[in-house]
């Protein structure tokens, strides 16, 4: 290499052009200096976007429960009190309306505006009316936890002596989101999701895989998709946030009022963060197309199109003149200095390309890091054990999951505008990384979310893990026959090479080139440049670098593709779940009488119908239990007795009868009533015993649907079990 770089011998000519081109390379230097400052203030502003986002992350745990309440629920008061206090297992944000307290007949007698009692923040206290006549009254309670997740519940206390009471189903209904707004809500999310996949993975996939196809017009179509696609989900969800929360319509997402209480909270924070990274992300796109979008430049005398251009010169002499050229061409190709100066000056024309993808490659990786921020900072991450592992973790499943999806989405238009099997092969080996990332965040995610392993198929977070799973093993058994396409169209070398065919070349164009050109020249470059004519023209009738292989492996690839848009919409689903692990605690809560079920199907009621009431007719529940004790009353038969079964006060009986079917008297009982469609419960139900193992009560059910009867039995200091059961009333 250092006889390349020294003068020139005598006898041998060297062409050395300047002008106007070496007036370009000044241009391109003194604009690479610019693009290295907004590069690097890009990388400062990216920066402190990630601290904001991340800088409220702490430990908590993850949907908050409701610890205790004063007055506490179901007790009888001599005389009302001044307030109601509500106090959870962390913080939560409140609203205008996130507690109320309704009278027997349905009407509102709190003084409205909840605020954290003694400035706590996992409090919520309201005052009340004065004057409050003896009754049953309800609490009906919203909030979010810190996880961005709304929760809600209710439950009832009485002044002087219980009584009937009729609650408005449609106040009741408010404690959870309108149908429109969560459907809507629910799609702006998964949207979402997969805006940032193909924005981030369509980014990589140029910047790693194929730096010349951020020229062609389909793939920065892709890339301003993914975008705009963000821009708009991101703005979508924001205003529909506080509809979301506050169980209001649709109407209600142009509020202002709502709009500023969601930048109050942290998930706020984070839409917020996200748009102004949008901004500096548009400012990365102009920066990556301007730059890998420009023809690479080629050294003044030697370059591969100076050759080429040299030749169709040669081609339009004539026959003496162009065998002349050809000779010449010959002795300076078979001149060893001579090529290795030309591979010098075209590795130093490469040089600031490669400058840029490297700044453009940096500057997108914190880019992609502090968008995967601001689902991460403000979800199931950053509450709960072990946040200072589970954030970082949650960010690089984002990023490999971005990489691995919107890379195919960037691999199906390079195979249709004539990628190479070089690139296709690079991709390959992202994907194989990304999903060997995913394998490993993915378990441990698993273990935090789940805690047990009946969590697994015991609740909803579980039973959309598994989907989730079976359908990354589809795309991975997908994935394996796209490796074997590729095998194949690199076992093929004339279909490896990427098909230079311009964007919108016409075929007629196509059709001429090369016609009439003499197939035997003693020009090696020339038969190539009419190989490539030849494999152009033959491709014009169909799209464009499609050979069998390539179709084959594009087949493949969308297939791939459509699998990702179900894991993508599983993923959303699993963001608005409760993690296993909670699930488990807001069971063990509700059998205790103090967390709420914050919807969906009971934990632990298995899937079963539940029995159909018919409404004036007593319906009578069957419970079986085992506390694992050694007394005598330590397993048995709970049996509960509804009547007349409907909306509405009803009479409950609850016996309970040991192994041999006689009455057991045991140190506690307590029956609850739970209606989890509505955020409603547990309701308990005051006892009066009757004898051994017999007592009485009276159910309020102010609304119609499934509701689960727990039913909690001590036999011992120790010992103690609840038992389970759906029941649908209506």
Same mark, same amino acid.
């Given at each position: 290499?250092?006889?390349?770089?020294?003068?020139?011998?005598?006898?041998?000519?060297?062409?050395?052009?300047?002008?106007?081109?070496?007036?370009?390379?000044?241009?391109?230097?003194? /604009?690479?200096?610019?693009?290295?400052?907004?590069?690097?203030?890009?990388?400062?502003?990216?920066?402190?976007?990630?601290?904001?986002?991340?800088?409220?992350?702490?430990?908590?745990?993850?949907?908050? *429960?409701?610890?205790?309440?004063?007055?506490?629920?179901?007790?009888?008061?001599?005389?009302?009190?001044?307030?109601?206090?509500?106090?959870?297992?962390?913080?939560?944000?409140?609203?205008?309306?996130?507690?109320?307290v309704l009278d027997p007949a349905g009407k509102a007698v709190d003084t409205g505006g909840p605020v954290h009692a003694d400035g706590?923040?996992?409090?919520?206290?309201?005052?009340?009316?004065?004057?409050?006549?003896?009754?049953?009254?309800?609490?009906?309670?919203?909030?979010?936890?810190?996880?961005?997740?709304?929760?809600?519940?209710?439950?009832?206390?009485?002044?002087?002596?219980?009584?009937?009471?009729?609650?408005?189903?449609?106040?009741?209904?408010?404690?959870?989101?309108?149908?429109?707004?969560?459907?809507?809500?629910?799609?702006?999310?998964?949207?979402?999701?997969?805006?940032?996949?193909?924005?981030?993975?369509?980014?990589?996939?140029?910047?790693?895989?194929?730096? *010349?196809?951020?020229?062609?017009?389909?793939?920065? +179509?892709?890339?301003?998709?993914?975008?705009?696609?963000?821009?708009?989900?991101?703005?979508?969800?924001?205003?529909?946030?506080?509809?979301?929360?506050?169980?209001?319509?649709?109407?209600?997402?142009?509020?202002?009022?709502?709009?500023?209480?969601?930048?109050?909270?942290?998930?706020?924070?984070?839409?917020?963060?996200?748009?102004?990274?949008?901004?500096?992300?548009?400012?990365?796109?102009?920066?990556?197309?301007?730059?890998?979008?420009?023809?690479? *430049?080629?050294?003044?005398?030697?370059?591969?199109?100076?050759?080429?251009? !040299?030749?169709?010169?040669?081609?339009?002499?004539?026959?003496?003149?162009?065998?002349?050229?050809?000779?010449?061409?010959?002795?300076?190709?078979?001149?060893?200095?001579?090529?290795?100066? +030309?591979?010098?000056?075209?590795?130093?024309?490469?040089?600031?390309?490669?400058?840029?993808?490297?700044?453009?490659?940096?500057?997108?990786?914190?880019?992609?890091?502090?968008?995967?921020?601001?689902?991460?900072?403000?979800?199931?991450?950053?509450?709960?054990?072990?946040?200072?592992?589970?954030?970082?973790?949650?960010?690089?499943?984002?990023?490999?999951?971005?990489?691995?999806?919107?890379?195919?989405?960037?691999?199906? =238009?390079?195979?249709?505008?004539?990628?190479?099997?070089?690139?296709?092969?690079?991709?390959?080996?992202?994907?194989?990384?990304?999903?060997?990332?995913?394998?490993?965040?993915?378990?441990?995610?698993?273990?935090?979310?789940?805690?047990?392993?009946?969590?697994?198929?015991?609740?909803?977070?579980?039973?959309?893990?598994?989907?989730?799973?079976?359908?990354? $093993?589809?795309?991975?058994?997908?994935?394996?026959?796209?490796?074997?396409?590729?095998?194949?169209?690199?076992?093929?070398?004339?279909?490896?090479?990427? =098909?230079?065919?311009?964007?919108?070349?016409?075929?007629?164009?196509?059709?001429?080139?090369?016609?009439?050109?003499?197939?035997?020249?003693?020009?090696?470059?020339?038969?190539?440049?009419?190989?490539?004519?030849?494999?152009?023209?033959?491709?014009?009738? !169909?799209?464009?670098?499609?050979?069998?292989?390539?179709?084959?492996?594009?087949?493949?690839?969308?297939?791939?593709?459509?699998?990702?848009?179900?894991?993508? $919409?599983?993923?959303?689903?699993?963001?608005?779940?409760?993690?296993?692990?909670?699930?488990?605690?807001?069971?063990?809560?509700?059998?205790?009488?103090?967390?709420?079920?914050?919807?969906?199907?009971?934990?632990?009621?298995?899937?079963?119908?539940?029995?159909?009431?018919?409404?004036?007719?007593?319906?009578?529940?069957?419970?079986?239990?085992?506390?694992?004790?050694?007394?005598?009353?330590?397993?048995?038969?709970?049996?509960?007795?509804?009547?007349?079964?409907?909306?509405?006060?009803?009479?409950?009986?609850?016996?309970?009868?040991?192994?041999?079917?006689?009455?057991?008297?045991?140190?506690?009982?307590?029956?609850?009533?739970?209606?989890?469609?509505?955020?409603?419960?547990?309701?308990?139900?005051?006892?009066?015993?009757?004898?051994?193992?017999?007592?009485?009560?009276?159910?309020?059910?102010?609304?119609?649907?499934?509701?689960? $009867?727990?039913?909690?039995?001590?036999?011992?200091?120790?010992?103690?079990?609840?038992?389970?059961?759906?029941?649908?009333? /209506?």
């Amino acid at each position: 290499m250092l006889k390349a770089v020294l003068p020139p011998s005598p006898g041998r000519r060297t062409t050395r052009r300047r002008g106007p081109g070496h007036r370009i390379a000044g241009h391109r230097i003194a /604009g690479r200096r610019i693009t290295g400052r907004r590069i690097a203030g890009l990388l400062g502003v990216l920066g402190a976007v990630l601290a904001l986002v991340l800088g409220g992350a702490g430990p908590a745990s993850a949907h908050a *429960a409701l610890q205790s309440t004063d007055p506490v629920q179901n007790a009888v008061l001599p005389t009302a009190p001044q307030a109601v206090t509500l106090t959870f297992s962390e913080a939560v944000s409140l609203s205008g309306d996130s507690v109320r307290v309704l009278d027997p007949a349905g009407k509102a007698v709190d003084t409205g505006g909840p605020v954290h009692a003694d400035g706590k923040d996992n409090t919520a206290r309201v005052g009340l009316n004065s004057g409050l006549a003896d009754g049953t009254y309800t609490v009906a309670w919203r909030a979010v936890s810190e996880d961005s997740h709304p929760i809600g519940g209710a439950f009832t206390f009485s002044i002087g002596a219980p009584s009937a009471t009729t609650v408005s189903a449609t106040a009741l209904q408010s404690a959870e989101a309108d149908d429109v707004v969560a459907a809507l809500y629910g799609t702006g999310r998964t949207v979402a999701y997969g805006a940032f996949a193909l924005l981030v993975g369509a980014a990589g996939f140029v910047l790693v895989c194929w730096p *010349a196809g951020v020229a062609r017009r389909p793939v920065q +179509r892709l890339l301003m998709t993914g975008w705009v696609a963000l821009l708009v989900s991101t703005v979508a969800v924001l205003m529909l946030r506080g509809p979301y929360e506050r169980g209001s319509g649709v109407s209600k997402a142009f509020d202002l009022s709502l709009i500023r209480a969601t930048l109050d909270e942290r998930i706020g924070t984070a839409l917020a963060a996200r748009l102004l990274l949008l901004a500096a992300s548009g400012v990365f796109l102009s920066l990556l197309v301007g730059q890998l979008g420009q023809p690479a *430049a080629h050294p003044a005398g030697g370059g591969t199109a100076d050759r080429a251009d !040299r030749a169709d010169a040669a081609d339009s002499a004539d026959p003496a003149d162009r065998g002349a050229a050809g000779g010449g061409r010959a002795r300076r190709d078979e001149d060893p200095e001579e090529a290795e100066l +030309r591979e010098l000056e075209q590795r130093v024309a490469e040089r600031p390309q490669r400058e840029a993808r490297l700044g453009l490659g940096v500057a997108g990786l914190v880019l992609a890091v502090a968008l995967s921020a601001t689902w991460v900072g403000a979800d199931h991450a950053s509450v709960g054990i072990q946040v200072w592992l589970s954030v970082p973790l949650g960010m690089l499943h984002l990023i490999a999951m971005a990489l691995w999806l919107g890379g195919l989405a960037a691999m199906l =238009v390079g195979l249709r505008e004539g990628i190479g099997a070089d690139a296709a092969e690079r991709f390959s080996k992202i994907a194989l990384g990304s999903v060997v990332v995913l394998a490993g965040t993915g378990v441990y995610q698993s273990w935090r979310g789940l805690g047990s392993w009946g969590a697994l198929t015991g609740t909803e977070y579980g039973r959309l893990l598994l989907v989730k799973s079976g359908c990354v $093993v589809a795309m991975l058994g997908v994935a394996w026959f796209s490796r074997s396409w590729l095998a194949r169209l690199r076992a093929a070398p004339a279909e490896a090479e990427a =098909v230079l065919v311009p964007s919108g070349a016409p075929a007629a164009a196509l059709s001429d080139a090369g016609a009439g050109e003499p197939d035997g020249s003693d020009d090696p470059l020339r038969r190539a440049q009419l190989a490539r004519q030849r494999t152009a023209r033959e491709n014009a009738g !169909r799209d464009r670098g499609l050979t069998p292989n390539r179709a084959g492996l594009r087949r493949s690839v969308l297939v791939e593709a459509v699998v990702a848009v179900a894991v993508l $919409v599983v993923t959303t689903m699993l963001t608005n779940s409760p993690p296993g692990r909670v699930a488990g605690e807001i069971a063990a809560g509700a059998a205790g009488g103090t967390a709420p079920v914050t919807g969906g199907a009971a934990p632990g009621t298995g899937g079963t119908a539940a029995p159909q009431t018919v409404p004036g007719q007593t319906l009578e529940l069957r419970l079986p239990y085992d506390t694992k004790g050694r007394t005598p009353n330590a397993k048995g038969t709970a049996t509960v007795t509804l009547n007349p079964a409907r909306t509405g006060s009803n009479e409950v009986h609850l016996k309970l009868d040991g192994a041999d079917g006689q009455p057991v008297e045991v140190p506690e009982v307590e029956l609850a009533f739970t209606l989890p469609d509505r955020d409603l419960g547990p309701l308990t139900v005051p006892l009066t015993a009757e004898g051994t193992g017999r007592w009485t009560g009276t159910a309020q059910l102010p609304l119609t649907g499934n509701w689960v $009867v727990s039913v909690l039995v001590r036999s011992s200091e120790i010992d103690q079990t609840t038992e389970i059961k759906q029941l649908k009333i /209506g």
